[in-house]
């Protein structure tokens, strides 16, 4: 093993799913530089699975090492609980300079994600690493759009501190950009600016920060809206163009309109597909690109470089959308790619069943915190291997009000519910919502879930077993104190 301790660059591509990646045997061919990384030395991990279905509770996951039920951010509590053994306060106190930069809203100071960083760019405002909690404290109790105005120009006039005329610019562009992006439903979102600003900040600022580091990074390249860049756009999609004719984006989440009139679709989720695996290409790229830049550095080999998700997105399969109502494999099977220090000797495709969360136990080997781990986060460098696999929803109720404010005689579907997934080392899976429904399938020949088995007479035995497994397991993760009865 190496002496020094390895700086540590983890890198979250949000809403990728392994589905969708060539490497993991997706027939389009969207990652063929990171097939390339296998060649150079890097482990790429086939069976790892997410937490959660999506962002919030999949990155508390990450940060503490506990399924959502255990942590208890979920959709009812954006919030990362920072009372918990966050992995970032941990590294702190071994010497780890931490450093993240999020272009996810979800993942920020407000919820809390800040929590043991030394430094935390939020690269959607104009000044990333800019803390205006003391101001946004002395406005919060007046009414008007015009009294926190005044009082901020007051301040600003009376003590001649920049963060003052700071925060009113960088209200000003958060204004703008609301109006470009989140209102203006023709301008598709586009990520692009902003993973590209990223990786050049990010190049600039490793050389100069202390060592060891923890360095994460959040990025929002294949998270709809998909507006993939040049070359790429056109790549898979150009053939469907003359779709986007047919039906424009109509409201900042298409999932909306999707779950509220069911249409007929086809043909515009192949189109967004495609869009999506131009997304996927442009990661490829771009990844590739910053690793090179890496591997000029000296410390490259004593540096551990991490590429994963928190989560997949789903095209219509199993007659979804987006990555909120199921636990599908198209949402929690994501990517895990690591290059180790040289050292380590750990390379080429490893089939060990996996969980994101896995990391969490994995960095307190890798810097040495004399702390012991949870049980439900399994070191990647352990002799001891993962048995099973969880992934939770917890609490769909945020999504079912904002259908119900679309429309108030919605009625919500039988699938809208709390679920709990469970996969064992010999790839059963087993799912049960909140109201007793279960779903049985054999993912080592259906990996991505098109027979369910649970009615299977010739499988009793099997599924009885799974039966009882996953209501231990829920009992071991307090699942049901946790989960919330959705709204009528």
């Known amino acids: 093993m190496s002496k020094s301790l390895p700086n540590i660059i983890l890198i979250l591509c949000d809403t990728l799913g392994a589905k969708h990646m060539s490497l993991y045997g997706y027939e389009t061919k969207t990652t063929p530089n990171l097939e390339k990384l296998v060649e150079d030395g890097w482990a790429v991990y086939t069976r790892c699975f997410a937490p959660a279905p999506w962002t919030t509770p999949s990155h508390a996951s990450l940060f503490t090492g506990l399924y959502p039920s255990e942590h208890r951010t979920h959709g009812g509590n954006f919030f990362l609980n920072p009372n918990l053994n966050i992995i970032t306060t941990l590294l702190q106190q071994v010497s780890y300079f931490t450093v993240a930069f999020s272009n996810n809203g979800m ?8 929590t043991g960083f030394s430094q935390f760019w939020e690269m959607w405002h104009l000044f990333p690493l800019a803390r205006f909690d003391d101001v946004n404290k002395e406005i919060k109790n007046l009414n008007s759009r015009k009294e926190r105005l005044l009082k901020v120009l007051n301040s600003f006039f009376q003590t001649k501190e920049d963060k003052y005329l700071k925060f009113l610019i960088n209200s000003l562009w958060t204004n703008i950009y609301k109006l470009l992006f989140r209102k203006n439903y023709s301008v598709a979102w586009d990520a ?53 004719f047919k039906r424009m984006y109509k409201s900042e989440e298409i999932w909306f309109e999707y779950y509220l009139t069911n249409p007929d679709w086809q043909e515009y989720l192949e ?218």
Request: proline share 6%.
């Open 107 to 114: 993942i920020s100071r407000f919820f809390k994600f800040d």
């Open 192 to 244: 692009t600016p902003f993973s590209k600003k990223t990786f050049k900040q990010l190049s600039k600022l490793i050389p100069t920060i202390p060592q060891p580091y923890f360095a994460f990074i959040n990025l929002m390249q294949t998270h709809g809206k998909y507006n993939p860049p040049s070359p790429h756009r056109g790549k898979f999609s150009l053939s469907l163009e003359r779709l986007i």
């Open 271 to 488: 189109y967004l597909k495609a869009l999506y695996d131009e997304e996927v290409l442009f990661l490829d790229d771009i990844l590739t690109k910053f690793i090179r830049l890496l591997k000029a550095h000296k410390e490259y080999d004593n540096t551990v470089i991490i590429i994963t998700s928190d989560h997949g997105e789903l095209f219509g399969e199993h007659g979804h959308v987006h990555h909120v109502f199921t636990t599908y494999n198209e949402l929690i099977h994501v990517p895990l790619l690591i290059k180790w220090p040289k050292d380590y000797n750990i390379k080429g495709e490893i089939n060990n069943l996996t969980q994101l969360h896995d990391l969490y136990s994995t960095f307190f080997e890798l810097a040495n915190i004399p702390f012991p781990s949870p049980v439900s986060s399994k070191s990647l460098l352990s002799i001891e291997k993962r048995k099973v696999a969880v992934s939770q929803l917890l609490d769909i109720d945020f999504k079912i009000k904002g259908l119900k404010k679309r429309n108030p005689d919605f009625i919500p579907k039988d699938f809208m519910q709390p679920m709990i997934s469970v996969i064992t080392e010999d790839l059963w899976k087993i799912t049960k919502r909140l109201d007793g429904h279960i779903e049985v399938y054999h993912l080592n020949n259906d990996l991505y879930e098109t027979k369910n088995l649970s009615k299977e007479s010739k499988f009793y035995r099997k599924i009885d077993k799974l039966k009882t497994f996953i209501d231990l397991l829920k009992k071991a993760t307090d699942f049901d104190k946790a989960a919330i009865n959705p709204i009528e």
